[in-house]
Structures are given as structure tokens and as C-alpha cells.
């Protein structure tokens, strides 16, 4: 008659007593601190450090005036690619338009986000309007930029008042007297016409 062995079931070294750890369960580590945790001792991210720097980086408030996808012919056949129109300005008199392409979307934002802080412009302004009418032509886009009084609101529609509300301009009247349909164009004259109140101011 075989018997099998018994198990003793008995832990040695007083396993059983509360707070004794438990055979085959490793045993977690405590740290100083209260409730167990570790002490912070500095490094890492300062609060309000970086965050800082970012809130100034992204003073100006960004708007995708065109976004599509264009294709290129080379040896092998089509290449895609995206390009995309951003406005940049502060509302505050500052305005910038910024082109870029990429292969995907995110890609093409982030060049023309970079192409248009680096082409910002200055124009004066009268209270909320401009101080005079301008008249820009670039390629088949016309565009004529009026002021006008206080309340009378951005009578404005398009690329052209995209690029108006960014740099600040509350009260004015403009017409596109080109009949293209092409955003970028648009915007371009209206950017030339801007130019025209600053170079009026330094004479």
C-alpha cells in the first residue's frame, strides 16, 4: 500500500504572523514619504517652465485658409502631396501667410505655419479700421480695402476677410474685383494691399 508524502503546511520563521510576507509573492518595496511614496527631489519638467515658452510661441491665433492635394509627374509616375494655406496674426496690427507642402496633412501645416511666421508683416491701425482705401492687384485677383466708422463691422468676405480679422481689423468694406475663385490668389492681393498702408506710414 503506497503512501503518499504529507505537506507540511506548518511556514517556518513565523511566515503565518501578520505583516510577514507570503512564500512565492515578492515583496513590495516602500519608500519614505507619506502612504508609502517616494519623496520628490526635484528634476524632471518645472512647472510653468516650457509651458511658458509655448504660450508665447503660439501668440498668434492660425487659420487654414486651403487645403488640397496636389500631384506631381516625374519618372515613375504621380506623386501626391498636400499644400496648404495658413493665416497667421495677433489681431493686433501683425499678419502673415504662410504656403507648405508634405506628404500628409500634418506635415504640409506645420511648413506653412513656419513660411508664414517668417513672412509677418506690420500695418498701422486707426482704432479698428485702416487708416486709408487701398488697391492691390496680384496675378487675376483685385482687391479694394475701404475703412469705415466705428460699429460699422468687417463687411468682408472670403480669403480677404480671413486676412483682414486676423490682423486686427474690425471696421472696414472690401470688394474683390477679380473673378478668380482661387483663395490663395485672394489673399495675396490682400497682403499687397496691407503692405501699401505700411509703406504709407514710414514716408
Known amino acids: 500500500m503506497n503512501e503518499q508524502p504529507t505537506q507540511n503546511t506548518a511556514q517556518p520563521n513565523g511566515a503565518g504572523a501578520p505583516g510577514a510576507p507570503i512564500a512565492g509573492k515578492p515583496q513590495e518595496r516602500r519608500f519614505g514619504g507619506r502612504g508609502g511614496q517616494r519623496p520628490f527631489r526635484g528634476g524632471g519638467r518645472r512647472p510653468g517652465g516650457r509651458g511658458r515658452q509655448e504660450g508665447e510661441r503660439d501668440a498668434y491665433k492660425e487659420k487654414v485658409l486651403d487645403l488640397r492635394r496636389v500631384t506631381r509627374v516625374v519618372a515613375g509616375g504621380k506623386r501626391m502631396r498636400f499644400r496648404t494655406t495658413i493665416i497667421l496674426g495677433d489681431e493686433k496690427g501683425t499678419v502673415g501667410l504662410g504656403v507648405g507642402k508634405g506628404v500628409d496633412v500634418q506635415a504640409s501645416v506645420e511648413k506653412a505655419k513656419t513660411a508664414a511666421k517668417k513672412n509677418m508683416i506690420k500695418i498701422p491701425l486707426k482704432g479698428r479700421t485702416i487708416p486709408h482705401e487701398v488697391y492691390a492687384k496680384f496675378s ?9 466708422v466705428q460699429g460699422h463691422g468687417l463687411k468682408s468676405g472670403g ?13 472696414a468694406t472690401s470688394k474683390c474685383l477679380g473673378r478668380t475663385p482661387n483663395k490663395l490668389t485672394n489673399a495675396m492681393a490682400t497682403i499687397q494691399a496691407l503692405q501699401q498702408l ?3 506710414k514710414e514716408r
Open 140 to 148: 487675376a485677383a483685385e482687391v479694394v480695402i475701404k475703412p469705415a
Open 198 to 200: 505700411s509703406a504709407s
Open 159 to 171: 480669403a480677404v476677410r480671413t486676412v483682414l480679422a486676423l490682423a486686427g481689423v474690425k471696421d
